[in-house]
Structure formats: C-alpha cells, structure tokens
C-alpha cells in the first residue's frame, strides 16, 4: 500500500449503530487529519493529529469521536449520528516542521450515509 | 489568519481550449500555496504547490500556476484541456505560523467535447 488508504469507501449506518472509519498513512508523516465534506459545501476540518496528540478539534460534536493510536493510524469512531452527517469523510496526512513543506496527502474517502 | 477565495463556482470549457482558474489569497506575508484536484468520489490529489522561489510552479497532468504577490493570486493554467481533467479544483492557502492550509469553495469544471 502507498500513500494514504481509508476503509471502508463506503459505509451506510442507522442512526443507533456504532461503526468507525480508519486511515492509515504509508508516507512517514507526523500529522494526520480529518475532513468531512458535505454537497455544496467547503470542506470542514474536523481534528487534527500531531504526533499522536490532538491539537485542533473544530466543535464536532461528540458523536464523533477520534482516535490516533500511532502516527501511522487514525480512527474516527461514529455513534448515535444523524442523517445531516452523510457526507465524504476525508483523511488527510502531513509532515509538520523542518522546512515547512506540510502539503496535506489526502485518502480516497468514506462515503458515509446516515439513514 | 489566512483566507482564499475561489471566485468561480462553474467553469465550462471545450476540450483543447485553454484553461484559467482564480484563485486570491489573504495573508500577511508570503504564503504557501497548493492546488488540489478532486475527481469524483476520491479524495484530493496535489496538483502543485509553491513555497518560494521561481512564481511559475509547474504541476503535474500539464497543469502550472502562478504566484502574483502584488494581486494576491495564485491562478492554475492548462493550455489545452482534455476531457479527463472534468473535476473539482481546490486552491489552499498555508501561513507560516501554521501547518494547516485553509481552503477555498473549489471551481467545478466541465468540460465540453
């Protein structure tokens, strides 16, 4: 595997599941992110990973909860959500520090439908 | 804080024709800049990016862009548009005190054949 892989691609779940989206990074980054991204709107950070510590969580509501177990792997878990989180969640990965070239290398995705 | 704005929402293009999508950016100092390229369902792939250095930054997929400082733009060109570059373009904006790049809305761009 290169680069950064999300599983599953597609996901749908009721409203009383509990399921969870992974990503893992094969890039050696230090930073990993999650994004949601909604039809006819801007893409959304969710959280931020630095070295495995959260430094960014943008008011998301607790119904979603990550996880960074390593550099390497990030999780978001998903309980009790509603039909307005069906959306592409995105992950995102990134080298922060050095000579700053932090461009982001995003996942393919999880198409996630709430019903 | 940084911002970046995409003023077209709908770009609509023949295919062969020349390609120009705005990007403007608000910063304070000089900026990193990236352009990304969403097909649909998948996630964004870099198409190029600029630090410092020369402002003519050459992509991938025959894409280039240019970083203007005095009109705050960093704008993506193709000469000749295929078909299969009918897709999302996102510009980010990336501050120095930040490793996290705002983006902007994307442009749609179609293509006719």
């Given amino acids: 595997e290169t680069g950064v892989t999300q599983t599953p691609r597609h996901l749908v779940m009721g409203m009383t599941n509990k399921k969870s989206l992974k990503c893992e990074q094969h890039l050696g980054h230090n930073a990993m992110y999650w994004y949601k991204q909604s039809a006819k709107k801007p893409l959304e950070l969710m959280f931020v990973y630095n070295f495995k510590e959260q430094t960014e969580n943008n008011s998301v509501p607790s119904r979603f909860s990550p996880e960074c177990p390593n550099s390497s792997h990030l999780f978001l878990h998903l309980h009790t959500l509603q039909p307005e989180d069906s959306a592409l969640y995105l992950c995102a990965s990134s080298q922060r520090g050095g000579s700053g070239n932090y461009e982001q290398y995003f996942g393919p995705g999880t198409r996630l439908t709430v019903t | ?113």
């Fill in chain 2, 1 to 113: 804080a940084q911002s970046v704005t995409q003023p077209d929402i709908h770009i609509t293009v023949s295919e062969g024709a020349s390609l120009e999508l705005r990007c403007n950016y608000s910063y304070g100092a000089t900026p990193y800049l990236f352009w990304y390229v969403q097909s649909p369902g998948q996630g964004l792939q870099l198409l190029l990016k600029y630090f410092s250095g020369d402002t003519l930054v050459q992509g991938i997929k025959g894409f280039e862009a240019e970083f203007k400082r005095s009109q705050s733009s960093f704008n993506l060109r193709k000469p000749s548009v295929h078909w299969s570059d009918a897709a999302e373009y996102f510009c980010a904006v990336g501050a120095g005190g930040s490793y996290i790049p705002t983006f902007g809305r994307g442009t749609s761009l179609i293509v006719h054949p």
